[in-house]
Structures are given as structure tokens and as C-alpha cells.
């Protein structure tokens, strides 16, 4: 069986003013490669600073554009190299078919926009769905992640959030 998502040698370096500001111990990633199989959970696990989110990032091509930032390898998402797509295409399957939970939810989630409003845009945007169909759709998603009040979380800001309901609603948005 193929895999689901294959990293091939992927490297990132970062050039400039962005070195200084990269978060790996290492100012990037070095030939890290790995798969995924369809169904299959996998965790990255390092220190601080190793490159658990770069790969992340990297993956879901949310880093500067070059010259600032330098991905070499590849990265098959679907069969796809997902480095080789526009931005468009890229933003079609982004939210659709692949996500990431990022790690700090309190940089994550907009603070000025209801937790709704952030889960009813990219469902609208992938499904089609009427605003309706969406909301029911996020009560949904965030009663799968153990939100007890899925109706009133719609209408909280993060903020107003305890710190697991926010990391409850970063995994309900991917």
C-alpha cells in the first residue's frame, strides 16, 4: 500500500534576517524523510527547537516564500508533490484534506472573531455547505474532540476558553 504522505529528504534552510529568527536548534530541517500510511497515527517527538513544527509547516507550505526560505526534497501528499503545486492548489487541499493542530493555541486562534466564525468559514470554503449545514457541521466537530457545550463554544471567543477547550477547538478546525 502506498503511503498517504511521503517526505523525501526534505531540508529547510533560512536565509537573512529569517535565520536569526527560525525557532530549529539547527536553523532548519536536514534530510528528513518519512511516511504516513492512510489510517495510521503518527507522532513527531524532539526537544524544543528540533523541528517538530518546521516539518509541520513545511508540509503544509505555511514558510516564506524563497529566497527567504529554502525547501528542497519532496513531500507526496495523495501522490501529489505538494512542493511542485501553486498556491492555489495548495489552498484547496489545506483545511480539505490536510491539516495541522498547531502547538500554541493561544497564537493560533484569532482572538477577535468567535470560535464559530473560525470553524464555519473553512467548512463553508471546502464543503459548499449553507450556513446552517456548517454550524451544525462545527457542533459536530467540536463534540468529537469532547466539548461539552459544542452551541455556546460557537459563540465564545478564545479568550473566554479554557486552555484545553482551545486545543479542543485548534484539533475541530483540522
Same mark, same amino acid.
Given at each position: ?40 497515527? @503518527? ?9 517538530? !513544527? ?28 505538494? /512542493? ?28 477577535? !472573531? ?12 471546502? /464543503?459548499?455547505? !449553507? ?10 466537530? /467540536? ?10 463554544? #460557537? /459563540? ?12 479542543? @477547538?485548534? #484539533?475541530?478546525?483540522?
Amino acid at each position: 500500500m502506498s503511503a498517504l504522505l511521503s517526505l523525501r529528504d526534505l531540508s529547510v534552510t533560512f536565509h537573512g534576517a529569517h535565520r536569526q529568527a527560525a525557532r530549529s536548534a539547527d536553523n532548519g530541517l536536514h534530510a528528513v524523510s518519512f511516511d504516513v500510511a492512510r489510517g495510521e497515527t @503518527v507522532a513527531l517527538v524532539g526537544e524544543s527547537g528540533s523541528g517538530k !513544527s518546521l516539518t509541520g509547516l513545511s508540509i503544509l507550505r505555511l514558510l516564506a516564500p524563497a529566497p527567504r526560505c529554502q525547501i528542497q526534497g519532496q513531500i507526496f501528499f495523495e501522490g501529489k508533490d505538494l /512542493l511542485t503545486l501553486t498556491e492555489s492548489e495548495m489552498r484547496r487541499l489545506r483545511g480539505a484534506k490536510i491539516a495541522m493542530a498547531f502547538q500554541e493555541p493561544e497564537s493560533a486562534l484569532n482572538p477577535t !472573531s468567535p470560535v464559530g466564525n473560525m470553524l464555519l468559514e473553512p467548512i463553508r470554503l471546502h /464543503l459548499g455547505l !449553507s450556513r446552517t449545514a456548517a454550524r451544525q457541521k462545527a457542533e459536530q466537530a /467540536l463534540g468529537l474532540v469532547g466539548i461539552a457545550n459544542p452551541k455556546q463554544t #460557537l /459563540l465564545s471567543y478564545a479568550h473566554e476558553l479554557s486552555g484545553g477547550a482551545r486545543r479542543r @477547538v485548534l #484539533l475541530a478546525l483540522a
